[in-house]
């Protein structure tokens, strides 16, 4: 797609994303890319990019029954430390309720619950995600209540495979990992396996992302129905509607609008770990029109087409 409007100057010796020209008044748009991902080793596939906002996530390896923390540091992203986990008592790869098992996906802390009034068995902390998140519900999947938290006092490790579907870890692991677990920040996936990538293969597929999360941002402000739409998959509905009807409602939202100025930033990039191709962008959207400002924590879930074009499949927000 040109870029003709907007030039967008991606320094990756500072982390950082300007604008370096913008003739278009309503564009503002600014991505945060925080440290690079660099590493000695290959670090896993679904690690693109983390703004400088999140310090730490976490990677889920039900194979090896490890919880993985990797951490933002001056060098890049790193591993800061692993601690043995317990997953569904069926395995991974959740699709109805109680059927025992963890979902595999990105999944995001909501809240921290004290587990003192609660069954021991949650040991002496509990941080609840966001499963089933909008590509769940999506492809039918049902169920609830899926958290990370502790193990019965004096039963540090239960067995690898031994819980409803949560992921249990050892209170004292737990204890010391509290701080960083954030709600509303931090990312926990869960693969089958740790699938491993090159530097220079993520930072391709993040410059892809951040090039298409611009073009998003650009359409939106221009109030461009066509250039907008052209970004989402024939594939994508959103709560109830057909794409057809998401059109049709879009449309009618651009032209009652007006002009917009659209600011992005705290830009997170991950690839999912059980969907080959299929990739999330999260980040905070500012928009501002002559009428009112809006501010959201918004969710866009790509795909390659058949051309290996990236096209929206599914949005949320949160």
């Not at 310090?55 to 043995?84: C, F, I, K, M």
């Not at 587990?115 to 519900?137: C, I, Q, W």
Request: net charge negative.
């Amino acid at each position: 797609m040109r870029r003709d409007v907007t030039k967008i100057a991606w320094s990756r010796l500072t982390g950082s994303c300007k604008i370096a020209a913008m003739p278009h008044a309503f564009l503002i748009l600014m991505l945060l890319a925080g440290s690079a991902l660099s590493s000695e080793h290959d670090l896993p596939a679904y690690l693109l990019q983390l703004p400088d906002s999140v310090s730490d996530v976490y990677v889920a390896d039900a194979s090896a029954a490890t919880l993985h923390r990797y951490a933002q540091t001056d060098e890049g992203l790193r591993l800061a430390e692993s601690t043995y986990m317990s997953i569904g008592e069926n395995g991974a790869g959740k699709e109805r309720e109680w059927d025992r098992k963890t979902p595999l996906g990105i999944y995001f802390v909501v809240d921290r619950l004290d587990t003192s009034r609660m069954h021991e068995k949650y040991g002496v902390m509990a941080f609840p995600l966001d499963y089933p998140n909008v590509r769940d519900r999506l492809a039918g999947r049902s169920g609830n209540g899926i958290w990370v938290h502790g193990v019965k006092p004096g039963g540090q490790r239960r067995p690898a495979f031994d819980t409803d579907g949560c992921v249990a870890v050892p209170n004292e692991d737990l204890a010391r990992l509290e701080n960083t677990f954030v709600p509303a920040e931090t990312a926990v996936i869960v693969t089958r396996t740790i699938r491993r990538a090159a530097e220079a293969d993520r930072v391709r597929i993040a410059d892809e992302l951040r090039d298409a999360v611009s073009d998003w941002a650009h359409a939106l402000a221009k109030e461009d129905p066509s250039e907008y739409l052209a970004l989402y998959s024939e594939e994508f509905s959103y709560r109830g509607l057909s794409y057809d009807e998401w059109e049709s409602f879009r449309t009618g939202g651009f032209n009652e609008r007006g002009p917009a100025e659209v600011s992005i930033d705290d830009l997170l990039l991950l690839a999912e770990p059980d969907a080959p191709g299929v990739y999330l962008s999260r980040f905070r959207q500012r928009i501002v029109t002559d009428r009112a400002e809006t501010a959201t924590v918004k969710r866009l879930y790509w795909r390659r087409d058949a051309d290996g074009n990236l096209k929206i499949v599914a949005e949320d927000n949160g």
